[in-house]
């Protein structure tokens, strides 16, 4: 499945979830750009190829391992105080040097349950939420590393946050 250009739904607060099966997923323009979706749930046994910036009302959901194919920025905050999840189940890398991350979930949580940069280091990794979860191993980034909220890390083994030229905060 894939989309070059932007995906917006013709009301606000519209879910949207697609699964390509073992095939690969790319958005390749914005996501809830106009009017932010409800909630978002990708899933793709190929892998998800991100290209744009996404904005929800609610939760999203990232099933497989994501590929940033540009500087992304995810936002599932809504102002009313519930602010959705930003979840990853895989990993997370880019397909070039420097891709940026920024992940605001507001009063949500923001979940790694897979290495980040572990392949293809990505740029800067930014999130503001009330929790940043790491359920994996590694976040390996070539900029700054700024987690606003609390920060927790579940893995079994040792977790390390790599960085190279810059600071985490």
């Known amino acids: 499945i894939s989309f070059a250009s932007t995906i917006n739904g013709n009301a606000a607060g519209r879910d949207l979830t697609l699964n390509a099966g073992n095939g690969a997923l ?3 323009g914005a996501v809830g750009g106009t009017l932010a979706l409800g909630t978002l749930s990708l ?6 190829n991100l290209g744009g910036n996404v ?7 990232y099933s497989s391992a994501v590929v940033l194919t540009g500087n992304v920025a995810l936002d599932s905050t809504n102002g009313a105080g519930t602010d959705g999840n930003i979840n990853f189940s895989g990993t ?16 949500g949580t923001v979940t790694f349950s897979g290495n ?3 392949t293809q280091a ?7 939420a ?5 359920r994996a191993n590694q976040i390996s980034t070539s900029g700054s590393q700024t987690y606003n909220g609390d920060f ?5 083994n040792n977790t390390s946050l790599n960085y190279t030229g810059s600071s985490a905060t």
Do not use: E, H, M
């Open 92 to 107: 997370v890398n880019g397909n070039a040097a420097g891709r940026d991350l920024t992940l605001n979930a507001g009063t």
């Open 116 to 118: 980040v940069g572990g």
């Open 55 to 61: 904005t929800t009302s609610s939760t999203q959901t």
């Open 130 to 134: 009330s929790l940043t979860a790491l």
């Open 26 to 28: 790319t958005l390749g």
């Open 152 to 156: 927790q890390y579940f893995s079994i």
């Open 43 to 48: 899933a793709a046994g190929g892998g998800i």
């Open 122 to 128: 990505i740029g800067a990794l930014t999130t503001t």
